[in-house]
Every structure is written in structure tokens, then in C-alpha cells.
């Protein structure tokens, strides 16, 4: 598996995006929606699946396309080609604030597994996948239940993780808790499970769900401060509910702190 050559530059610190260089025929295949920008020269085709085996005919290309329906992800992808004669840029721009993180899988043995929404784009050539759980508890209680994506392949391909993230480089045997939504990705070598979370005022009481994830080593884990379930979460928790008005801005101020913070819907 040969992946095209790309280079690469990430641009920003809390909301960034990715610029990649491409030389005349290579190409790079992206989510949909994660498009930014392009040179004139940069051709766009939508594909069936991530292009990895357009070789093998109609059924290679539905079959690559129904694992991505597994994932929770759409039908198609996007590929854009360089189709002029000296090099050309195209942009993809992370979904919400956060860090874009570049993987090199000729580093990491050809294979990187990730979240089932955290794939932003890759080099034409790397294969886009879906990782089956072979155990009970981590696909009942893992939160990305029995499936999360894979990268394979020889190339780049690019990441991103919600608020600040840390990477962490496990030793064999050495053992990481993680909040199961704040897992980004990991290398093929790390042993994932789930652990129940033990005790009753921890399970009644703690408001940190009932299990966690653990990570055991070697292998370096990829960690995300800020999961977009939670962020979406808090932001449902304060819109205003049906029949019920506004939350305002606190039980003493109510609508007038809205005067004052700018509200203009009055």
C-alpha cells in the first residue's frame, strides 16, 4: 500500500486548520463538511467510500463504503487532486475548537485507531476503516461501542481532538484511566478495556458515569479535555426548554441579567 507523499502545515492555536501541499497528482480524501478552502488547480471528486480500493471494481467500492455506514458516517467521501503542474494547496478545518494532530502511520506500523468522528482527512491511499471490539464490556459500556475507526495504510493522516489534548507514552504494562469520551486514538499495540467504577457513592453520587476506560501499555494514547458530546451536552443543558421559558441568568437576576449582558430579544 502506497500512500501519496503529502506535506503539510497546521495554521491557529484553538480553532485550526490544516493546509496541505500537494504535488502535481496527488491527492487527499476528506470527511464531508471539513473542506476550507483550495487553489484553482485542486480538483474535487466524491467518492464512494475513501478511495483505498477503487481497483477492485464495483463491490471493492460498496464494501468500502458500508463499513463507513458502520462508523455512523456518510456514504461518501471527498478527493481532492492536484490537476495542474506546480504544487497547489487545499485547507480542512477541525469541526470545533481543539488540536489537529498529524499521523505518520509508517511510524506506528501502519495502523492508528481512533474515534469514530475524530478522522479529518489523509493522504489518497490510506484506508479508512472500522475496529471491531472483541470484548462484551467494552462495546456494552465503552461509549464508541463495538466499533471505532482505523487508519491503515503507509501515508499521513490527520486528526482532532476537542479542547486541549495530551499524549501520553505508555511503558509495557503501564496503565492509563481515561474517561471513555476523552479517548482520541491510539496506537495498535495498546490493550483497551473498560473497568467498572466501583463503590456505590461513586456510582450513586460521583456524576462521572459508571465506567472508565483503561489503557495499558506500550503505546501512546492520544487524550481529548474537551469531548464534543460534553460540549454539547452543556449547551443543551442551558438552551431554553420547551414551555418553560428561559433559564436566565440565575435564580435572582433572571431576565434582567439578559438586559444586561446584551440580550436584544426583548
Do not use: W
Request: aromatic share 10%.
Amino acid at each position: 500500500m502506497n500512500a501519496h507523499e503529502i506535506d503539510y502545515r497546521i495554521y491557529g492555536e484553538e480553532m485550526q486548520y490544516v493546509e496541505i501541499e500537494l504535488d502535481p497528482q496527488e491527492g487527499v480524501v476528506a470527511e464531508s463538511g471539513s473542506f476550507m478552502m483550495m487553489d484553482s488547480d485542486v480538483g474535487m471528486n466524491t467518492i464512494f467510500g475513501d478511495g483505498s480500493n477503487q481497483e477492485k471494481g464495483v463491490l471493492g467500492k460498496l464494501f468500502s463504503a458500508g463499513k463507513r455506514l458502520l462508523t455512523g458516517e456518510s456514504l461518501f467521501m471527498t478527493v481532492f487532486t492536484n490537476q495542474g503542474y506546480g504544487k497547489k494547496n487545499v485547507s480542512f478545518a477541525s469541526p470545533y475548537p481543539g488540536k489537529i494532530i498529524p499521523i505518520d502511520l509508517s511510524e506506528f506500523g501502519g495502523k492508528f485507531i481512533c474515534q469514530k468522528d475524530a478522522f479529518l482527512c489523509a493522504a489518497k491511499g490510506v484506508s479508512i476503516g472500522v475496529e471491531f471490539s472483541r470484548k462484551l464490556g467494552r462495546g456494552l459500556f465503552g461509549g464508541e461501542g463495538f466499533i471505532m475507526q482505523k487508519m491503515e495504510g503507509d501515508g499521513m493522516g490527520f486528526i482532532h481532538a476537542g479542547g486541549t489534548m495530551a499524549k501520553k507514552v505508555l511503558k509495557p504494562g503501564e496503565v492509563l484511566k481515561v474517561d471513555t469520551g476523552c479517548i482520541v486514538g491510539f496506537t495498535q499495540d495498546v490493550d483497551y478495556d473498560i473497568e467498572f467504577v466501583g463503590g456505590i457513592k461513586n456510582t450513586i453520587f460521583g456524576g462521572e458515569g459508571l465506567f472508565f476506560a483503561t489503557l495499558k501499555g506500550p503505546g501512546i494514547v492520544y487524550i481529548q479535555s474537551l469531548p464534543f458530546s460534553r460540549l454539547a451536552g452543556r449547551v443543551l443543558a442551558m438552551a431554553p426548554q420547551t414551555g418553560r421559558g428561559d433559564r436566565g441568568e440565575g435564580s435572582i437576576l433572571g431576565g434582567i441579567g439578559d438586559l444586561l449582558d446584551g440580550d436584544n430579544r426583548f
